[in-house]
């Protein structure tokens, strides 16, 4: 099955994750889309087979490192290897607390999410990535990445944590035709905004891997 290209979307729903699966589906991969919601994983692959778009879903919850480890084995299983990898998911409300606000354990569910689920979802596609002889990683957060936010801690703390992983990857793996980058929405992702509507930040996707220049990509002014 190593002929097929395929493209896994962590954290796969009806903006970013779809307008992804539509632009690498319009490319030929065929589409694995992880989310924890077995409905509306099947409405997504159902709109995309409308569009002509190969996609299965597959249930993972981010947070439950050998889950989701257990679902990425399944779908190279079932949609071959996968070439690339991008992990998306949306974090959760509770964890964008004030930083005087935010105790230890607050920040459990933020590293399980940006850095617990990375690594699981990198070690377990990296394999394969290998034998193919070339993937790419793709990492999307949100601008307090960049520049922290006072209010928002635990997605602060954990994405700057993730960064740092994504950067060491980037550095180790470059040598290995294994490009990981890092897209940096500020803000909130838009319909119809120029440079963060669903399908722009899809083209700005699938353009990092194409072009494999550099880690930290910026889908927006991060004052805007």
Request: aromatic share 6%.
């Given at each position: 099955?190593?002929?097929?290209?395929?493209?896994?979307?962590?954290?796969?729903?009806?903006?970013?994750?779809?307008?992804?699966?539509?632009?690498?589906?319009?490319?030929?991969?065929?589409?694995?889309?992880?989310?924890?919601?077995?409905?509306?994983?099947?409405?997504?692959?159902?709109?995309?087979?409308?569009?002509?778009?190969?996609?299965?879903?597959f249930?993972?919850?981010?947070?439950?490192?050998?889950?989701?480890?257990?679902?990425?084995?399944?779908?190279?299983?079932?949609v071959?290897?996968?070439?690339?990898?991008?992990?998306s998911?949306?974090?959760?409300?509770?964890?964008?607390?004030p930083?005087?606000?935010?105790?230890?354990?607050?920040?459990?569910?933020p590293?399980?999410f940006?850095?617990?689920?990375?690594?699981?979802?990198?070690?377990?596609?990296?394999?394969?990535?290998?034998?193919?002889?070339?993937?790419?990683?793709?990492?999307?957060?949100?601008?307090?990445?960049?520049?922290?936010?006072?209010?928002?801690?635990?997605?602060?703390?954990?994405?700057?944590?993730?960064?740092?992983?994504?950067?060491?990857?980037?550095?180790?793996?470059?040598?290995?035709?294994i490009?990981?980058?890092?897209?940096?929405?500020?803000?909130?992702?838009?319909?119809?905004?120029?440079?963060?509507?669903?399908?722009?930040?899809?083209?700005?996707?699938w353009?990092?891997?194409?072009?494999?220049?550099?880690?930290?990509?910026?889908?927006?002014?991060?004052d805007g």
């Amino acid at each position: 099955m190593d002929g097929m290209n395929s493209i896994a979307i962590v954290g796969a729903g009806p903006g970013l994750g779809a307008a992804v699966a539509r632009r690498f589906g319009r490319e030929g991969f065929e589409v694995a889309l992880f989310a924890r919601d077995r409905g509306r994983l099947d409405m997504l692959v159902g709109d995309l087979d409308e569009s002509g778009v190969r996609a299965r879903g597959f249930v993972a919850d981010v947070r439950r490192p050998q889950e989701l480890a257990g679902a990425l084995e399944r779908a190279a299983g079932e949609v071959g290897t996968i070439e690339v990898l991008q992990y998306s998911p949306v974090p959760h409300r509770d964890f964008m607390r004030p930083v005087l606000e935010t105790g230890p354990r607050d920040l459990v569910g933020p590293v399980e999410f940006s850095v617990y689920g990375p690594v699981a979802a990198v070690q377990q596609v990296l394999p394969g990535m290998r034998r193919l002889g070339r993937g790419t990683i793709l990492l999307v957060n949100g601008g307090t990445a960049v520049v922290p936010h006072t209010e928002r801690a635990g997605t602060s703390i954990a994405f700057a944590a993730e960064t740092a992983y994504g950067h060491l990857l980037h550095e180790r793996l470059a040598g290995e035709g294994i490009h990981v980058a890092q897209l940096v929405i500020p803000g909130a992702i838009t319909p119809g905004h120029a440079r963060k509507d669903p399908a722009v930040l899809a083209e700005t996707l699938w353009g990092m891997h194409r072009d494999r220049q550099g880690f930290r990509h910026f889908a927006d002014d991060l004052d805007g």
